[in-house]
């Protein structure tokens, strides 16, 4: 099963996805199975899936403009982390690249300030989509993540900015590529660098050191939604070049109902609005003034 209410939305995927190149409105028959069965065998074989074209051109040109309508509101993050977002290995030894912080900035927009209405907020929302990702994956569940500031987010990297390399806390990450910048801004990633058990320590450290020859990376245009295994493959986004913004959305999800983050992780990565809002929660104020 999958989470959420599907009472709330019509299928936003059934508009906005290629349904001719991507059949996900059926998944049981036919050809839906047999696109289904591609993508499970390709996630399997090689920990991730791209989808190029998946949202339709008109379907894409409103879905950049509602973000970028949006993104003047948003907050310019710095994100500044070790590649594993947090305990390194003791026997890493001081002065190592797998130490050492690396920081990025985004203009980057929360769940909460991304309204209901908008199409990107529906379509993440969309029982359709989710039941794909989850079945890509072959999980037994899938549920989008239920916290109010993490769940879809909207990333925007400008001109002369990257995505540091880092591991993802969670272990599936889904992005549709909104915009894709003029140069450079390429996802490079290196496929299941690490197991629960241990790291592919020469490819890791080669591409710390600047030698991409082992990542792989994508040409992705705009509209292409990708799945890889963000938890145990490192990855980044190379320098975005040229005029515009590269502008990404992060579509999370749990195979637990529910999942919510800690407010210490929210402030650390949203700063201080966040932090406002959770503090304005907590005062004797806002207790006072409820019903
Ligand atoms: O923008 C991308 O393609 C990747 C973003 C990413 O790695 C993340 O948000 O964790
Ligand atoms: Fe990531």
Redesign the pocket.
């Known amino acids: 099963m999958t989470g959420g209410s599907s009472t709330d939305y019509p299928d936003m995927a059934i508009d906005l996805v290629d349904l001719d190149r991507y059949p996900i409105e059926d998944l049981d028959r036919g050809r839906g199975a047999e696109f289904l069965r591609a993508c499970q065998e390709h996630m399997e074989e090689h920990g991730w899936c791209n989808f190029d074209g998946f949202i339709r051109p008109g379907a894409l040109a409103a879905l950049t403009a509602e973000t970028n309508e949006l993104l003047p509101t948003a907050e310019t993050l710095t994100i500044k982390r070790n590649i594993y977002q947090g305990k390194v290995d003791p026997s890493v030894p001081e002065g190592d690249p797998r130490r050492r912080e690396y920081v990025h900035s985004a203009v980057q927009l929360a769940d909460d300030q991304i309204p209901a209405e908008t199409l990107i907020q529906q379509l993440y929302k969309s029982p359709l989509l989710t039941d794909f990702i989850r079945r890509v994956q072959k999980k037994a569940e899938l549920y989008r993540c239920a916290d109010e500031f993490q769940a879809l987010n909207v990333v925007a990297l400008q001109p002369g900015s990257w ?1 540091a390399w ?3 806390t969670t272990e599936c ?1 889904v ?1 549709l590529l909104l915009q894709a910048a003029e140069r450079g801004g390429e996802f490079t990633f290196i496929p299941d660098s690490r197991t629960d058990a241990s790291e592919d320590r020469e490819t890791v450290d080669l591409f710390l050191a600047g030698d991409m020859s082992k990542a792989r990376t994508f040409s992705r245009g705009a509209g292409t939604f990708t799945l890889f295994r ?1 938890g145990y493959s490192l ?2 986004v190379t320098k975005v070049e040229g005029s515009q913004p590269r502008v990404t959305a ?1 579509l999370t999800y749990d195979e637990r109902p529910g999942r919510v983050i800690s407010d210490d992780i929210n402030v650390r990565i949203y700063g201080p609005r966040v932090e406002k809002i959770l503090a304005e929660r907590t005062s004797p104020q806002a207790t006072a003034s409820r019903p």
């Open positions: 995505h880092h591991y993802d990450t992005t963000g990855h980044g992060i």
